[in-house]
């Protein structure tokens, strides 16, 4: 973060929580009788209350969308190179609210929280929830901040999901729809990827069944693994190429011990396993692949996705990166197709970048140029 | 296996072994003071010598290339479609030989192998092999059958790469060299694969530090996982969805038991990571995916893959496969390129196939058409 970067960020911000007593029933036919979400607000709500935009988060991601938590701290936000004064999602404009979902692990009713029924975390007991239990939670805190409908609902990966499912459920609520690097449903290969870490945390002795906690202990092994698997899928080969080659960590092949990394890709990978084990809890990862894993739009629609974004009122902007393979490009043509089939008003464009599917969240000018040009149409 | 496919197979075969008691010296700097090898042939040794062909394994293959180990048997060796009478390589008319390499678990000198220094198996002491090694050890049974030049030398994957570095280390020995879906170096996303697997198998408590055996137990859990990790790769991302799609194991989600499989493709990939744990040792694919990074055939023309093959003598065939992402068909073009730019005879082409990294086992028919057209110019 340079301090040109800081100048133009949000500077420090608080989170807020919001407490719901009323029950969310959850797709599953599983009840949570209440729960908490923690989220941040950027900018103003206007009295008519029509500039609001949501922002959903991805696998990984939380409430902590921009600007910093100290004025020690040295990381914004996972996105505050979109989200700002003067960024393509303008505070100056907006009232930008970002919630770490229910199921998460940063402070809104997850796993890791205290159950009421057994007075321990809720480990393996917590329920899984979908992209749709998400939407119903996070109209539950538009209600509570005095907001009736979405001037946009933005995000990126598992985001983007969220974001359309979003314009199918409440049409009314979602003027424009903002779908970044996401698909209309899981391949068999993107399940697969996150089925591989799935069994990378079973495997892991300390997972204990889910409840790691109860047990003082966490599967942080199997979580690094995890994290190496989803990770290598956010990167290009070519990317990777370019930043690693077949460059050696110490010059030289170490045939005495062969359970340290040789290449630096591998010592890179291993450091972020290892990092991210630290801080993401095991139950979350999982209850996170599993909601990506069943999400599929066009499921109550026999697979016509275009019947499924029939009811959608909002605009759309669709974007995807040319070398993302996670949620390649054809993946967006296809939610595109759909919506002009439908007879939507769309803009889809594939971005060119070497940075895989991880270009969401990096500053690339055309993107940053393209998004911050659509929004000048998104009335504040 | 259908009967007609068997009555076009070699029928029943059975392995030999070889004993070598001059010092084999490894590329690491260690030395192995005597080796064994378990090979297969099939057909006849011309009296000239000049009909011998080798097959080089790939990552988990063994030297079971083509027909069955008993009446009884079911499954052909790896490579049954392409080895046997009137096929590809016919047995008619070569001497196929196909060893497991040193290092392997099917019977060659390896880390399950007795060590004569200590009584016990070899484990985590014994030495990493490269493929370099590989190629003196396969020369010393050629030596051994009095074989004193190839035929061809043919491989696929790993295979192939053995076969390229062949017609470099020993270029009078190498008449015809056929490498299939293969590639001159690992790039980082290769390497980060692998290391992938071997994490899982270090992570795995049952892995001892690589000394198992001795303590009378298996990491079968990280084994799975690493075979899982792999077999992903093999597989193309369109074949995937066109063999398993989003199709449910049980018809239904069951959100009551989040750590069994849901989808068709997680029961499939579970299934195949865990009979391969059952019959692979896992000092040896650890060994195999650390020969596999360190390969890189440019390294000794500082990355001139062209210089490189300036000495080769033979006549090359490169194959690979379209939809082939592990290996892709770019990598054999670097191939190609590099053959041409020094002045080599070379036959190169990239097949159609939605089979991914896996179809240079499999029947398919324009790569068998091809495959056996080419072996007509090879002398026997």
Not at 364 to 370: Q, R
Request: hydrophobic share 40%; glycine share 8%.
């Amino acid at each position: 973060m340079t301090a040109a970067s800081r100048a133009s960020s949000l500077g420090v911000i608080k989170p807020d929580h919001a407490h719901f007593s009323d029950a969310l029933y959850l797709e599953s036919g599983e009840v949570l009788d209440e729960f908490e979400l923690v989220y941040e607000t950027y900018g103003a709500l206007q009295p008519d209350g029509n500039n609001a935009i949501l922002i959903c988060h991805a696998l990984s991601g939380n409430h902590h969308a921009a600007g910093f938590h100290s004025e020690a701290d040295t990381k914004p936000g996972w996105w505050d190179t979109v989200i700002g004064p003067g960024k393509p999602i303008d505070t100056n404009r907006f009232f930008v609210v970002c919630p770490n979902n229910i199921g998460g692990c940063n402070g809104s009713t997850g796993p890791a929280s205290i159950s009421k029924t057994t007075g321990k975390p809720w480990g393996s007991l917590f329920p899984q929830v979908t992209v749709g239990d998400w939407v119903e939670s996070q109209k539950r805190l538009a209600q509570h901040l005095g907001i009736n409908q979405w001037a946009a609902v933005v995000g990126g990966s598992l985001g983007g999901m969220q974001a359309l499912q979003w314009s199918v459920t409440y049409p009314d609520w979602v003027t424009h729809c903002v779908v970044i690097a996401a698909a209309p449903g899981l391949t068999a290969q993107n399940i697969a990827f996150n089925e591989i870490a799935r069994q990378a945390i079973f495997s892991d002795p300390d997972w204990c069944g889910g409840d790691y906690i109860d047990a003082n202990t966490a599967p942080e092994k199997g979580m690094a693994l995890a994290r190496m698997v989803g990770h290598l899928t956010y990167m290009s080969a070519d990317n990777m190429s370019d930043r690693f080659g077949r460059e050696l960590r110490q010059g030289s092949f170490d045939p005495d011990d062969d359970e340290q990394p040789i290449f630096q890709v591998e010592s890179y990978l291993r450091y972020q396993g290892s990092q991210f084990a630290t801080r993401f809890d095991a139950n979350t990862y999982v209850l996170m692949t599993r909601a990506l894993d069943r999400f599929d739009l066009a499921a109550s629609s026999d697979g016509d996705l275009a019947k499924a974004l029939e009811h959608a009122s909002a605009e759309f902007l669709i974007l995807s990166f040319s070398s993302d393979w996670r949620f390649s490009p054809a993946r967006s043509r296809e939610i595109t197709t759909a919506l002009l089939a439908a007879g939507k008003r769309v803009t889809y464009s594939n971005l060119e970048s070497d940075a895989g599917h991880d270009a969401f969240l990096l500053e690339e000018a055309d993107y940053i140029a393209l998004l911050h040009a659509w929004m000048q149409r998104v009335a504040a």
